[in-house]
Each structure stands twice: as structure tokens, then as C-alpha cells.
Nanobody, 115 residues
Framework: QVQLLESGGGLVQAGGSLRLSCAPSVSIFSSRAMGWYRQAPGKQRESVAT???????DYADSVKGRFTISRVNAKNTVDLEMNSLKPEDTAVYYC?????????WGRGTQVTVSS
């Protein structure tokens, strides 16, 4: 069973920055796709950013230009750098990895942006 350990969430003021990190229990080279998703209270889980094995990234329109996803091979992590944070970015952020045909989820990390 693949486990994902997320870290980096917290409370930040609007305009601030946070960096989330996700460490899988297997090599990230075994994953064909990795990503970050978020779920705000009363809303459905949505994709924030995804990155393929070749490093091609895709972003939700709401975070383009502010968030950057990266595969950090030296740390075996997939990170999400979040800048210019807005109160509407407040949510629980989840890491997801695809290995073969299986999808694995982390337990989530809370990000709260105060106005």
C-alpha cells in the first residue's frame, strides 16, 4: 500500500505564501502523474495542479500564475508553491499519485488564508 505524507499547510494572511510537500512511500519515478487537489467546506474536491512524468504541468484557472507544482527528485517529493494567496484558497489540500492503474490519496493538510 502506497502512503503519502503531506506537510506545509497552515495559517497565512492574504498575499502570503506557503509551500506544500508530498512524500510518497515509493519512488516518484514510479508515478506517471501526481497532483494536488483541494476541498473547501461545502464544496466538491477540485484539481489544483497536476504534473506528469515528463514534467508537464496543468493548473486550474483560479491558481494560474500564483501556484507552481514541481517534482523534486532529490527529495522524492511533489511540491506545491503557493504565492499571492487569497481567502478563497482556504481548503484542505490533498496529494494524489497514479501508479499503474491505481490512484492514491494523502490524508490532507489544512490551508487557511485570512483576509
Amino acid at each position: 500500500q502506497v502512503q503519502l505524507l503531506e506537510s506545509g499547510g497552515g495559517l497565512v494572511q492574504a498575499g502570503g505564501s506557503l509551500r506544500l510537500s508530498c512524500a510518497p512511500s515509493v519512488s516518484i519515478f514510479s508515478s506517471r502523474a501526481m497532483g494536488w487537489y483541494r476541498q473547501a467546506p461545502g464544496k466538491q474536491r477540485e484539481s489544483v495542479a497536476t504534473i506528469g512524468r515528463g514534467g508537464v504541468a496543468d493548473y486550474a484557472d483560479s491558481v494560474k500564475g500564483r501556484f507552481t507544482i514541481s517534482r523534486v527528485n532529490a527529495k522524492n517529493t511533489v511540491d506545491l508553491e503557493m504565492n499571492s494567496l487569497k481567502p478563497e484558497d482556504t481548503a484542505v489540500y490533498y496529494c494524489n499519485v497514479y501508479i499503474g492503474t491505481n490512484s492514491y490519496w494523502g490524508r490532507g493538510t489544512q490551508v487557511t488564508v485570512s483576509s
